[in-house]
């Protein structure tokens, strides 16, 4: 279980630029879903429900205009970055393990 900071730019304007921390990086990959799933109220704000699939939110993600990881190297006490692939990746695994253990 990793120290997580995302670093996130969403627009080509800087000051949309924010970052959060996580103590896992599971808690930051379930963060960046929530961004998604805030971005789907705010552009549609009469529905009750959101639901989306992964390949809408790996879209998302593709079109943001920076999306990066800094995760906590627990050996060498050092932050290794990480990119978008890294990050489309480890949220299809984190669901994949989460349907296997509702099955």
């Not at 627990?74 to 990050?87: L, W």
Request: charged share 30%; proline share 3%.
């Amino acid at each position: 279980m990793s120290h997580t900071i995302l670093l996130l730019q969403p627009t080509e304007n800087i000051e949309s630029r924010s970052w959060s921390d996580y103590e896992t990086i599971n808690d930051c990959l379930d963060g960046i879903c929530k961004v998604y799933e805030e971005f789907l109220k705010k552009k549609t704000p009469s529905r009750q429900t959101i639901t989306y699939d992964i390949s809408t939110l790996f879209d998302f993600i593709d079109d943001l205009k920076d999306l990066s990881l800094l995760v906590l190297d627990n050996r060498s006490h050092t932050y290794v970055p990480r990119n978008k692939q890294f990050v489309k990746e480890s949220i299809f695994k984190l669901m994949q393990a989460r349907l296997d253990r509702q099955n």
